[in-house]
């Protein structure tokens, strides 16, 4: 049975600084799916060769508490500084990943890849809320470079497959999890299709950042979010296209705990978000040392 579609929505532009950004979810549908409370999409930019590169100065530095950023790279290069004093740059195809526990300050920059000639950036940022008994935890930080991540081709030459977070058959992400969840990016050649099997019970949502796609053959375009109902079921994915396509499929067991959100900061209360600033404005989660040697360091 083809799983039903029982909402689509479009992000809305919610740039940042100089970071043209759409904000896709949440949205009037849902607060959350699965553990994933937020979404920001950073559409594919072409720089010119001799646009300069964006450094890290303090000026975007911000805080964070009760959940984990992961900052998926499509193309270009991430850096990121935080105050426990981690340092590391990501490229095209990886990800990066911050559990801000009981609060952290971090700093970002995206760059295109020094590695690369496409002069491209392309990125998400995911923010997934943290169970209490984790956002009382201290803070952390992770690199996955896009050779650390577990990839699988399609039967019949259709395209791949990568598991950017969670599980997929005998495939296994590197970034840390607190409950059931996944994302996954499928990439799909042209005239191609792939049947993604769903469990039941858990949250499922879909996103096209490249190009139109028919999901259980109805079209959508490039920019839609479609979120799924919770019964076991087929996605039945086809690319009707001329040109390869991709779709970031993410979701996991549904977040059970009351869900409080304002700002930079995640909790299950009120009290909690009372407290998460007056620790941050009263200097607790530390500040970025940008001049000395960082924990993590480039890769």
């Known amino acids: ?17 100089e970071y043209k950004i759409y904000r896709i979810f949440p949205n009037g549908y849902s607060q959350a799916i699965g553990p994933f409370v937020f979404l920001d999409y950073v559409p594919p930019v072409l720089h010119a060769a001799d646009e300069p590169r964006k450094t890290i100065n303090g000026s975007g530095a911000h805080p964070h508490r009760g959940i984990a950023t992961l900052t ?16 590391a740059k990501v490229y095209s195809g990886g990800a990066q990943w911050m559990k801000a526990g009981t609060g952290i300050i971090h700093d970002e920059a995206m760059n295109p890849d020094a590695h690369e000639q496409d002069r491209l950036t392309h990125a998400f940022q995911f923010w997934i809320n943290l169970p209490a008994k984790n956002k009382a935890e201290k803070p952390d930080y992770l690199p996955v470079q896009a050779n650390e991540m577990q990839k699988k081709s399609l039967e ?27 994302i ?9 299709q792939f049947f993604l099997n769903s469990e039941a019970g858990l949250e499922y949502a879909a ?20 979120m799924f109902d919770t019964d076991e079921g087929i996605m039945e994915l086809s690319n009707t296209s001329e040109q390869p396509a991709d779709i970031i499929v993410f979701g996991g067991a549904p977040y059970t705990e009351p869900i ?15 407290t998460a600033y007056n620790d941050f404005h ?18």
């Open 282 to 299: 009263s200097g607790k989660y530390g500040r970025i040392k940008y001049d000395q040697k960082a924990v993590a360091t480039e890769s």
């Open 184 to 192: 996954y990016h499928i990439r799909l050649e042209a005239g191609k």
């Open 72 to 87: 998926y790279v499509l193309n270009g290069e991430a850096d990121h500084f935080d105050s426990n004093g981690h340092h």
């Open 207 to 226: 996103f096209l950042p490249t190009n139109f796609l028919a999901v259980n053959d109805t079209q959508f375009k490039q920019g839609e979010l479609l």
């Open 260 to 274: 409080v959100a304002h700002g930079p900061f995640v909790m299950n209360s009120e009290k909690e978000i009372a």
């Open 1 to 17: 049975m083809k799983k039903k579609i029982v909402f689509t929505s479009q992000g809305h532009r919610a740039d940042v600084g």
């Open 156 to 182: 019949n030459n259709a395209g791949s497959l990568k598991v950017v977070s969670g599980k997929y058959g005998e495939m296994t992400s590197k970034i840390p999890t607190y409950l059931q969840q996944f």
